[in-house]
């Protein structure tokens, strides 16, 4: 389950599913990818194809990123079993 959303906009798609602040683009993989997400426990769960699942490193230690376009990732963390700490970036 997901504990925390960082992006306002995510959160917003999340709760209201209102792509009012996401890029309208990504809308729909962003949502498959919060499904995901949400019933989670542990990082395999969300390996699946066409995310592209990597752990990050340096300031991102402990966090995992997902592929939405191009450089843009959804990112997050697992702590006792919960997803938390989901952010959407273009890191690259």
């Known amino acids: 389950m997901i504990q925390k959303i ?20 990504h809308a729909n993989k962003l949502r498959r990818i919060l499904g995901v997400l949400d019933q989670a426990s542990y990082p395999a769960e969300v390996d ?15 966090f995992y990123a997902v592929q939405v376009s191009g450089n843009w990732r959804v990112i997050f963390r ?11 970036v273009d890191y690259h």
């Open 6 to 25: 960082r992006h306002k906009g995510l959160k917003k798609l999340y709760k209201d599913d209102s792509a009012a602040k996401i890029n309208p683009d």
């Open 78 to 88: 697992f702590v006792e079993g919960h997803v938390t700490d989901v952010d959407y």
């Open 48 to 62: 699946l194809p066409g995310f592209r699942l990597h752990p990050l490193k340096g300031e991102y230690k402990d």
